[in-house]
T-cell receptor, first 114, second 115 residues
Framework: EAGVTQFPSHSVIEKGQTVTLRCDPI?????LYWYRRVMGKEIKFLLH????????ESGMPNNRFLAERTGGTYSTLKVQPAELEDSGVYFC????????????FGDGTRLSIL | AQSVTQPDIHITVSEGASLELRCNYS??????LFWYVQSPGQGLQLLLK??????LVQGIKGFEAEFKRSQSSFNLRKPSVHWSDAAEYFC?????????????FGTGTRLLVSP
């Protein structure tokens, strides 16, 4: 079984540019999550999809961040325009049905804003 | 809101020695608790989880953790550390008010293994 896959593994862009991160969850997992770790800080929740619907987006920092999950399969997280403070590692996780199923994480995308 | 504290930012352990990483959480009821590990260049891998029942849980790679309600702790242990265990370890709790969907993480403990 393939794990959670994230693209790209590393992205370096300039302030003001746009970047789109992609996450392919484990096949069949309806729940998809985005988290972010800013340097030296804890990993923080951004949002949660159930299939194509946003269940909880309470962690999204501001309206420069847009997450989508069209068709309930892969998800994208777009940052537009990127700011210096958006630098960090963005993790995606997916989870199957059942409250006791754990979240499985991808390798993350390291985003560097110059 | 729930919170997780990992008081040790860095820990250095000699290879073959025992290991205990501390984790304390703040939550009124029985939480869902997790330990994840991030090896260099890798993503987060689940080591073990606790939902209910036996308070001593076994995980992968020889790790175990003990849930102690009275101390609000979920410390991770390993009897003999291997050089490949050098990584960053994260304790996390599932928030009940989100149906345990949203994980709250500690700041992580980086483990260094000396020869």
């Amino acid at each position: 079984e393939a794990g959670v896959t994230q693209f790209p593994s590393h992205s370096v862009i300039e302030k003001g540019q746009t970047v789109t991160l992609r996450c392919d969850p484990i096949s069949g997992h309806d729940n998809l999550y985005w988290y972010r770790r800013v340097m030296g800080k804890e990993i923080k929740f951004l949002l949660h999809f159930v299939k194509e619907s946003k269940q909880d987006e309470s962690g999204m920092p501001n309206n420069r961040f847009l997450a989508e999950r069209t068709g309930g399969t892969y998800s994208t997280l777009k940052v537009q325009p990127a700011e210096l403070e958006d630098s960090g590692v963005y993790f995606c996780a997916s989870r199957g049905l059942g409250a006791r199923q754990p979240q499985h994480f991808g390798d993350g995308t390291r985003l560097s804003i110059l | 809101a729930q919170s997780v504290t990992q008081p040790d930012i860095h820990i250095t352990v000699s290879e073959g020695a025992s290991l205990e990483l501390r984790c304390n959480y703040s939550y009124g009821a029985t939480p869902y608790l997790f330990w994840y590990v991030q090896s260099p260049g890798q993503g987060l891998q689940l080591l073990l989880k606790y939902f209910s029942g036996d308070t001593l849980v076994q995980g992968i790679k020889g790790f175990e953790a003990e849930f102690k309600r009275s101390q609000s702790s979920f410390n991770l242990r390993k009897p003999s550390v291997h050089w490949s265990d050098a990584a960053e370890y994260f304790c996390a709790v599932g928030e009940k008010n989100t149906g345990f969907q949203k994980l709250v993480f500690g700041t992580g403990t980086r483990l260094l293994v000396s020869p």
